[in-house]
């Protein structure tokens, strides 16, 4: 097992996992001597019927009547202080945010001005600006997932100054992450398979990408195990709770590990294509994937190769020669999105080229290609890549990704 | 995954290794808002080249370091209401634990007095409720651990306390403190780490969470402890070697049951044999009832201990024996290698008969205790 000649590894989150789990909410607080917690949230998540789940199981036992469901799709700083305000004119001790990644950056912003007592939150942007533990925060996410119930990071769009705050430290960790079967049982198919492939991309990438270390890997591979096995049971059977617990453990889990090993070319071109195009953040991840696997081949075989076993478990393992381990992986991959393409019937895009919004419309045109390619340059991701990217290996791996074809692995040029 | 209760896990512990480690210290303590800390230790269990080196990767930090350097096996709450003072005297703000063990477990409790404000040390007890945050406090573990320093126990002065906040912020775990002076001292390090993962792993509720600290530990200590007892200089064996004995810590934090760590316990407490001594001893046969009450997951045991090609070409049937087996003969190889230097039962220990007795005194206080006993009878020769 790889011991890197330094690393470092954290997650401090408390995580609470079952059937049942949102009923344990009353003590975790009390155990942090809070008892009136503001729940964050958004329309999406409140209209689905899942903050009444959230307030029903407190049953009596805490003040969970205190609801904002304002969130927007993209975080909002407007927001963010208006719910400062409404946390202190209630005089809450905490917050409970229930939703996606959008809701978690907005209750992690929260909770940076409520225990600042914060004039101005761009004084905490950057890395390091936080040196104390902040109000207790419990994240329950309602898709599995973005993993951002155990990340240290935040990000804050200001509007009015059309400006992208962000925000990383240990402390914006929440202090608990409830994951609760109950919480994604209403997620159509298509959400359900781009979510659970945005996970498996974190968990692959964690394993593979420049900054993997032993802890960040033993979290991948049992989050790739879990969410490779349960994706296409609970993107069929929606109703299956265990399946939907399952994925629940393995999106947390896939998020425990990138956010400690950081991520590459996949999420590097799967940022752009999104920003670009407006695609949806999992459909890049799902198309991306089996490239970035592809490109980086010849630096990364052997940690590739180490994917299958628990993706593909021992009979596949035993009948795959070692030399074609890694390109199983690869094909495993794009056979789960073939499948998942099936289960949505044609919703969840295999490739780029055929990516449609509601109306139809391709989201991805191939002319916009290069834009995109030009884009990606400038997204961080690139630096944890284990291959050198520019320009040019942006476009040729866009371009594959487009028609749905392979890469031709003859033409990465090797850094 | 089957259809399981709500299970929990929690590790609060960051974990910084390898080179030069150490000099992250003044940044890490910075960003915990702390700057003046006080270094708790014992001089003579980690040796003043220890002491010296931690110093050193202050530099020109600017930070005010304390020392105190007298820690032993008697400490008790006494010394926790002295070391208060001073630290309320001196205005410490963060505790590093030098070392291991008592060092360790002292380390936790005076965190508990200084952040609690206790007035009176001495009425401190594992039932005071701890409700926050406590001050920083960082391990830096050295050759000889435990595998409990990164959890959230602390066993001082014959009591155990427990709780998430007495657990480090941070363990550091840097290369020029964790390579041991003899071969002796860092298998009961890896033989702490290896049985407290298993354990963790086999006696409580599935948890990949858990398991992702406990099989890694068990790679770590299966990949390295040979050649780290054959060359305890060897510094990349030996940083494994901690490096599974911390995260072994943070798997143990949420297991059920501990027998083995009951027994480990209990002979360091009464005889001060390094807890991985004992368990080492008592592994096979513990591992081996747990295998006769059919209830627990041996059979994932193997991957970690053998690697994927091994693991998938065992039938599934019959992986918890091949684990017993893997583990029987990681033991002979160990104590070949040593010889003399680990002893394999009770006798070799040199556990004198009146200090048994004691020691059977405090196993049949626990409620597992009949079960106990047996392990000891098994292990006495």
């Given at each position: 097992m790889l011991l890197p000649d330094y690393y470092e590894f954290c997650c401090r989150v408390k995580i609470v996992a079952g059937?049942?789990?949102?009923?344990?909410i009353p003590e975790l607080l009390t155990e942090r001597g809070a008892k009136r917690p503001l729940i964050i949230t958004d329309k999406g998540v409140a209209s689905a019927g899942l903050i009444d789940i959230v307030s029903a199981a407190q049953k009596d036992r805490l003040?969970?009547?205190?609801?904002?469901?304002?969130?927007?799709p993209d975080s909002d700083l407007r927001v963010v202080n208006q719910l400062a305000k409404l946390y202190k004119e209630n005089d809450c001790d905490a917050i409970i945010a229930v939703g996606g990644g959008s809701v978690m950056d907005t209750a992690k912003g929260v909770n940076i001005v409520v225990s600042e007592n914060?004039?101005?939150?761009?004084?905490?942007?950057?890395?390091?600006a936080l040196k104390r533990p902040l109000k207790p925060l419990i994240a329950v996410p309602t898709?599995?997932?973005?993993g951002s119930e155990v990340t240290q990071v935040a990000v804050i769009k200001d509007h009015e100054k059309h400006l992208k705050m962000a925000f990383g430290s240990y402390?914006?960790?929440?202090d608990i992450s409830v994951l609760d079967s109950r919480m994604t049982m209403t997620m159509p198919p298509l959400i359900t398979a781009m979510t659970g492939m945005d996970a498996l991309s974190h968990a692959v990438e964690a394993y593979y990408?420049?900054?993997?270390n032993p802890l960040s890997d033993a979290h991948s591979l049992a989050a790739v195990r879990m969410i490779y096995h349960y994706l296409p049971i609970v993107a069929e059977n929606p109703s299956d709770r265990n399946a939907r617990l399952s994925m629940a453990v393995g999106a947390c889990l896939a998020g425990i590990a990138f956010s400690n090993s950081m991520v590459g070319l996949v999420h590097n071109l799967g940022h752009a294509t999104g920003s670009v195009c407006g695609v949806p953040h999992g459909i890049c991840m799902a198309i991306m994937l089996p490239y970035g696997l592809e490109y980086n081949m010849h630096k990364r075989e052997e940690a590739i190769a180490g994917l299958l076993l628990p993706m593909a478990g021992e009979a596949i393992y035993r009948e795959t020669p070692p030399a074609q381990r890694a390109d199983k992986v690869v094909s495993l991959i794009r056979q789960l999105n073939a499948d998942l393409n099936t289960i949505t019937g044609g919703r969840h895009?295999?490739?780029?080229?055929e990516v449609k919004d509601r109306?139809?419309?391709?989201?991805?045109?191939?002319?916009v290609l290069p834009q995109i390619a030009r884009a990606a340059?400038?997204?961080?991701?690139?630096?944890?890549?284990p291959e050198d990217t520019d320009y040019e290996d942006n476009l040729m791996v866009l371009e594959a990704a487009w028609e749905g074809i392979p890469l031709d692995r003859n033409k990465i040029k090797r850094g | 995954m089957n259809s399981v209760p709500v299970f929990a896990f929690t590790c609060p512990v960051k974990t910084n290794s390898g080179n030069?480690?150490?000099?992250?210290l003044p940044v890490e303590l910075a960003g915990l808002n702390a700057c003046r800390p006080l270094i708790i230790t014992s001089a003579k269990a980690v040796g003043r080249k220890a002491v010296r080196t931690l110093q050193n990767?202050?530099?020109?930090?600017?930070m005010t370091l304390g020392l105190f350097d007298?820690?032993?096996?008697?400490?008790d709450l006494g010394l926790i209401e002295h070391l208060k003072n001073i630290c309320l005297e001196k205005k410490y703000d963060a505790i590093i634990a030098l070392g291991g063990y008592d060092i360790v477990d002292a380390a936790k409790v005076l965190n508990l007095a200084v952040s609690l404000d206790t007035?009176?040390?001495?009425?401190?007890?594992?039932?005071?409720p701890v409700r926050r945050h406590l001050s920083p406090l960082v391990v830096v573990p050295t050759?000889?651990?435990?595998?409990?320093?990164?959890?959230?126990?602390a066993h001082f002065s014959r009591r155990i306390y427990s709780s998430?906040?007495?657990?480090?912020?941070l363990v550091v775990i840097d290369p020029r403190l964790t390579?041991?002076?003899?071969g002796k001292t860092i298998a009961a390090t890896g033989l702490a780490a290896l049985g407290r993962a298993a354990e963790s792993h086999i006696s409580a509720d599935a948890n990949p969470f858990r398991d992702a600290y406990s099989f890694a530990a068990i790679r770590f200590v299966k990949e390295n402890l040979p050649a780290a007892v054959i060359k305890p200089a060897d510094k990349k064996a030996s940083l494994a070697i901690l490096n599974a004995a911390s995260m072994s810590g943070c798997a143990a934090s949420d297991a059920n049951s501990a027998r083995l760590h009951k027994l480990g316990q209990v002979f360091y407490e009464m005889?001060?044999?390094?807890?991985g001594v004992i368990m080492g001893m008592c592994l096979p046969h513990v591992l081996g009832d747990y295998l006769q009450e059919?209830?627990?997951?041996?059979?994932?045991?193997?991957l970690p201990l053998v690697g994927e090609d091994e693991f998938s070409r065992t039938p599934a049937a019959k992986r918890a024996d091949a684990a017993l087996a893997v583990l029987g003969r990681f033991l002979a190889d160990l104590y070949g290698a040593l010889g003399k230097d680990l002893p394999r039962n009770l006798r070799e220990a040199g556990v004198p008969g009146y200090i048994m007795e004691d020691i059977l005194d405090v196993l049949d206080k626990d409620n597992e205790g009949p079960y106990l006993r047996t392990v000891v009878e098994r292990i006495a020769e």
């Open positions: 059937h049942d789990a949102l009923e344990k003040f969970a009547d205190l609801i904002a469901d304002n969130v927007p914060a004039e101005d939150l761009m004084a905490f942007s950057g890395v390091g898709t599995a997932g973005t402390f914006l960790l929440p990408c420049l900054q993997k895009a295999r490739f780029f080229k109306e139809g419309k391709p989201l991805v045109p191939r002319e340059l400038s997204d961080g991701a690139s630096i944890y890549n | 030069k480690a150490l000099e992250h990767a202050f530099g020109d930090s600017g007298g820690v032993t096996k008697t400490a007035a009176d040390a001495h009425k401190l007890s594992p039932e005071t050759a000889a651990a435990s595998g409990l320093e990164t959890s959230k126990f998430e906040y007495l657990a480090p912020n390579r041991a002076a003899d005889q001060h044999i390094p807890q059919g209830i627990n997951d041996l059979a994932s045991l193997l």
